[in-house]
C-alpha cells in the first residue's frame, strides 16, 4: 500500500508506503514477514533541481530448504534491513541532460550466506549456509544522462561503496 501527495504547487512531494510480504513453498509451513515502511521527500526547489530523502525497510524470509551445516533445514531467521538516502537531480533546461547525486546508508541483519570454511558442502553432500550477524553499507553515488539522439541516450554512473560485515 503506498499513497503520494503533493503540496504547494506540487513543489513538496509526500510518498508514504506500507509492505508486507510472505513465503510459500511447497513442503514448508508459510513464512509470514512484517510490515516494512517507506517513506520519500521531494522537494522541487525548480522545474529542472530537485532534493529528496528516502527511508524503507526489508524483511525477507529464508529459504526453507538451505542446510546449515550438519544439514538441518529451516533454522535461519528473516533477513530485515533499512535504507536512507539523501539526493539531488539536475535536468539541464534544454531536457538533454540531467546530473544527480545520492548518499546512502544501508544495513541488513540476519544475512545468510554459503560457508566453504569446512569444505564446499555438508555431510548431505549438499552446499551449506550460515547466518552472519550483519552488514551495512554507505557511499555516494554520481550519475548524468546524456540525450544524443531522440532515442539514443548515454548514461553514466559512478559509486563509492565503504562496506562492512560482521559475524553472528
Known amino acids: 500500500v503506498q499513497n503520494q501527495a503533493a503540496f504547494l504547487d506540487e513543489r513538496?512531494?509526500?510518498?508514504?508506503?506500507?509492505?508486507?510480504?510472505?513465503?510459500?513453498?511447497?513442503?514448508?509451513?508459510?513464512?509470514?514477514?512484517?510490515?516494512?515502511?517507506?517513506?520519500?521527500?521531494?522537494?522541487?526547489?525548480?522545474?529542472?533541481?530537485?532534493?529528496?530523502?528516502?527511508?524503507?525497510?526489508?524483511?525477507?524470509?529464508?529459504?526453507?530448504?538451505l542446510q546449515d551445516f550438519n544439514g538441518n533445514t529451516g533454522g535461519f531467521d528473516p533477513q530485515t534491513g533499512v535504507n536512507y538516502e539523501v539526493g539531488a537531480k539536475y535536468d539541464l533546461p534544454s531536457n538533454r541532460a540531467s546530473l544527480a547525486v545520492a548518499l546512502f546508508q544501508t544495513e541488513r541483519d540476519n544475512v545468510i550466506a554459503q560457508d566453504t570454511s569446512f569444505g564446499p558442502v555438508n555431510g548431505n553432500g549438499q552446499p551449506y549456509y550460515i547466518q552472519q550477524g550483519g552488514q551495512s553499507a554507505r557511499g555516494v553515488e554520481l550519475s548524468s544522462e546524456v540525450r544524443l539522439l531522440n532515442n539514443w541516450r548515454v548514461i553514466g554512473t559512478f559509486a563509492y561503496i565503504d562496506a562492512s560485515y560482521e559475524s553472528a
Open 12 to 65: 513538496w512531494v509526500l510518498t508514504l508506503g506500507l509492505g508486507y510480504g510472505q513465503q510459500h513453498f511447497n513442503d514448508a509451513p508459510t513464512r509470514k514477514g512484517d510490515v516494512t515502511p517507506n517513506a520519500a521527500l521531494l522537494f522541487n526547489a525548480t522545474k529542472q533541481l530537485g532534493f529528496y530523502a528516502s527511508y524503507s525497510t526489508s524483511y525477507q524470509p529464508a529459504d526453507p530448504a
